[in-house]
Antibody, heavy 121, light 107 residues
Framework: QVQLQESGPGVVKPSETLSLTCNVS????????WSWIRQPPGKGLEWIGY???????TYNPSLKSRVTISADASTNQFSLKLNSVTAEDTAIYYC???????????????WGQGTQVTVSS | ETVMTQSPVIVSVSPGERATLSCRAS??????LAWYQQKPGQAPRLLMY???TRATGIPARFSGSGSGTEFTLTITSLQSEDFAIYYC?????????FGQGTKLEIK
């Protein structure tokens, strides 16, 4: 069974870099796609970006200048870095597996439980 | 960016009855639409993809329909565990976006 687990600091200072890791078990991150999604308090979901196929990445234009997603096949983990954070980046951050149909990333079929990140000094 | 709009924001339905949730896209997304269910303190759970295909393990009381810009999620014979927030999400063109959610509450 596929399982994902996020880890990282729960508090990040303004202007610093948010760094999270997602540990994947039950599947290889060299297959399909792997995404980060976030949910601000009491709000809806925002797809941050994804990585797939030999490290190809795609980022939401709203965050593109600040985001890096990377993967490590040796540890079967993928990571998120979001720099220059502000209070608006406070959210629950989820990692998830995305299916790939004819080379197109589609729905998210497995999710981590999410990790709360608060931006505060 | 394709904007997904869900309606209603909140719907109250009695257990055992039917709930109909709507999702509208600001431009055609063909049938590239998924539905998720989210309960308090939990991650979203995939219900439907391709607008009308149930994900693995999803009961038959859940059904999806629509294409283009108008989509519907129908839940028949509501069970207590179905009361949650439901999100639609398209995957037609990047960035993929979610609707703001519909809260299904007990009447």
């Amino acid at each position: 069974q596929v399982q994902l687990q996020e880890s990282g600091p729960g508090v990040v200072k303004p202007s610093e870099t948010l760094s999270l890791t997602c540990n994947v078990s039950g599947d290889s991150i060299t297959a399909l796609s792997w995404s980060w999604i976030r949910q601000p308090p009491g709000k809806g979901l925002e797809w941050i970006g994804y990585i797939y196929y030999r490290g190809t990445t795609t980022y939401n234009p709203s965050l593109k200048s600040r985001v890096t997603i990377s993967a490590d096949a040796s540890t079967n983990q993928f990571s998120l870095k979001l720099n220059s954070v502000t209070a608006e980046d406070t959210a629950i951050y989820y990692c998830a597996r995305g299916k790939v149909i004819f080379g197109v990333v589609s729905e998210l079929d497995y999710w981590g439980q999410g990790t709360q990140v608060t931006v505060s000094s | 960016e394709t904007v997904m709009t869900q309606s209603p924001v909140i719907v109250s339905v009695s257990p055992g009855e039917r709930a109909t949730l709507s999702c509208r896209a600001s431009q055609s997304v063909r049938n590239r639409l998924a539905w998720y269910q989210q309960k308090p303190g939990q991650a979203p759970r995939l219900l439907m993809y391709g607008a009308s295909t149930r994900a693995t393990g999803i009961p038959a009381r859940f059904s999806g329909s629509g294409s283009g810009t108008e989509f519907t999620l129908t839940i028949t014979s509501l069970q207590s565990e179905d009361f949650a927030i439901y999100y639609c999400q398209h995957y037609n063109n990047w960035p993929y976006t979610f609707g703001q959610g519909t809260k299904l509450e007990i009447k």
